[in-house]
């Protein structure tokens, strides 16, 4: 039986990651939800205007009631800025296993800092949670997010073809990556 914490803080060397708050609306528009670039490859497009962001925080804020929540702001410590999101987008009780997603401003792209995020969420997941699989898929194009999955120890498990339907109408692949309990080297 998993033991469910909710969305705890967790503080790393850079960063702080904790529960959103209505004021991260500026933060979050700002820095990624209004960057086409950064949803390239996600399933949401770029929110236009910050009512978009504030109606999305609030459902954040809203469910973080639920225990089985885990929604993460990403925060720098030296900055007090939420750069970034990372979260449990499925979660299996009865399969002791969940999928993670995640997304950040480009600024900060290339600083190890989603590799950061995710070790540490995958780290209290395995820890705290009692979680045996978490997993993760990216658009076969997005190389960098495979990147950020395998410097946390997590292993290519195979391309899902034509997985989904992207922005454009297409069909797109996606690449899926995973680590179970037993893998992480203590």
């Known amino acids: 039986m998993?033991?469910?914490r909710g969305t705890v803080t967790i503080h790393t060397d850079r960063l702080?990651?904790?529960?959103?708050?209505?004021?991260?609306?500026?933060?979050?528009?700002?820095?990624?939800?209004?960057?086409?670039?950064?949803?390239?490859?996600?399933?949401?497009?770029?929110?236009?205007?910050?009512?978009?962001t504030r109606e999305v925080i609030s459902g954040w804020v809203r469910a973080y009631e639920m225990p089985t929540t885990y929604n993460w702001a990403i925060?720098?410590?030296?900055?007090?800025?939420?750069?970034?999101s990372i979260s449990v987008i499925e979660l299996s009780?009865?399969?002791?296993?969940?999928e993670i997603g995640y997304c950040m401003s480009k600024a900060y792209w290339n600083k190890g800092i989603m590799t950061e995020s995710l070790r540490a969420v995958n780290g209290f997941l395995f820890s705290e949670v009692g979680i045996n699989r978490i997993q993760?898929?990216?658009?076969?194009?997005?190389?960098?997010?495979?990147k950020?999955?395998?410097?946390t120890g997590m292993?290519?498990?195979g391309t899902f073809k034509q997985y989904k339907i992207c922005k454009d109408g297409t069909f797109g692949d996606l690449n899926m990556y995973a680590i179970v309990k037993e893998d992480i080297i203590e």
Do not use: Q
Not at 93 to 98: G, L, T, V, Y
Not at 137 to 142: G, L, Q, Y
Not at 148 to 151: N, Q
């Open 93 to 98: 009780d009865k399969n002791h296993r969940c």
């Open 148 to 151: 950020v999955m395998e410097k």
């Open 16 to 52: 702080i990651l904790r529960k959103f708050s209505i004021n991260d609306a500026e933060d979050m528009f700002n820095n990624w939800a209004n960057d086409n670039e950064v949803a390239k490859y996600l399933s949401w497009s770029p929110h236009g205007k910050i009512e978009v």
């Open 75 to 84: 925060e720098l410590k030296t900055t007090r800025k939420v750069i970034g």
């Open 2 to 4: 998993l033991d469910h």
């Open 155 to 157: 292993k290519h498990e």
């Open 136 to 146: 993760a898929k990216h658009d076969t194009k997005n190389i960098a997010s495979g």
